[in-house]
């Protein structure tokens, strides 16, 4: 991924626009200590991505319902 500058970036494009991301920080609102750990231990943190593109394969399923 190349759209994000710094992982904090990153981390707050999916904490505004991902449903699963929105929900665990809504769910833990209350919770001042756990959104902060939710901030620290955020992906793109745990990948050691300070900066630059992010190097992640994923896959990609299309279906058709018959």
């Known amino acids: 991924?190349?759209?994000?500058?710094?992982?904090?970036?990153f981390r707050e494009f999916f904490k505004d626009r991902y449903g699963p991301t929105i929900a665990v920080y809504?769910?833990?609102?209350?919770?001042?200590?756990?959104?902060?750990?939710?901030?620290?231990?955020?992906?793109?943190?745990?990948f050691g991505v300070e900066e630059g593109p992010m190097e992640w394969e994923y896959l990609v399923v299309t279906a058709v319902r018959r």
């Open 1 to 9: 991924m190349d759209r994000f500058g710094t992982a904090a970036e």
């Open 26 to 46: 809504r769910a833990n609102a209350e919770d001042p200590e756990r959104s902060a750990a939710l901030d620290r231990d955020a992906l793109a943190e745990s």
